[in-house]
């Protein structure tokens, strides 16, 4: 186990023992709570006007996903089961977008070696990624955000699993449509 998860568990041990609440923490830093408003950014991307906001996406459901680094194994995974799904989203009203330190270059080269029809944002300072609670030494944690049509944090997806996520995605975004 690292120094800081050691650190992160006598934290929480601590927090419970003497009845403090605190924000939902994750290796990353605190979470946004659910329900409420996440926080606009615009970032680089690698299609179209060259920009996004997230703001951008009002009207839509989004899944905003972190993820460490182009061309790694477990992200390529996950980056392909996303657009494997891609049109089941796209009946949902559903906007992905992904997000990673990488610059927008290399999301470029990723998208066009594998295929990817959804845009990835360059985060290349890490400071979304923060704001986000899904930063850790130099890199994006693979934690996924799943924001309603209205601009509110609906669910986190922190422990991911890239073979099985986007199903789980899916079926999250299901029961949310029923209930929200």
């Not at 006598?10 to 923490?25: D, M, N, Q």
């Not at 972190?66 to 996303?82: K, N, S, V």
Request: with cysteine; charged share 20%; aromatic share 8%.
């Amino acid at each position: 186990m690292s120094r800081r998860t050691v650190l992160s568990v006598i934290l929480a041990i601590a927090l419970t023992i003497f009845g403090v609440h605190s924000p939902v923490l994750a290796l990353g830093g605190p979470q946004l709570p659910i329900n409420e408003p996440v926080p606009d950014f615009t970032l680089p991307t690698n299609t179209g006007d060259g920009e996004i906001s997230l703001s951008d996406y009002r009207g839509q459901w989004v899944v905003l996903y972190f993820y460490p680094q182009d061309f790694t194994p477990g992200c390529t995974l996950e980056a392909r089961r996303f657009q494997q799904d891609l049109p089941k989203y796209q009946a949902q009203n559903t906007q992905i977008l992904g997000v990673s330190v990488d610059d927008v270059d290399s999301h470029r080269e990723f998208c066009d070696a594998e295929g990817l029809k959804f845009p990835l944002l360059a985060d290349t300072t890490g400071k979304v990624s923060k704001l986000y609670g899904s930063f850790l030494t130099g890199m994006s944690l693979r934690h996924t955000y799943l924001i309603d049509p209205n601009g509110i944090l609906r669910e986190r997806f922190l422990g991911v699993r890239p073979a099985i996520h986007s199903a789980e995605v899916l079926a999250r975004i299901d029961e949310l449509k029923d209930a929200v």
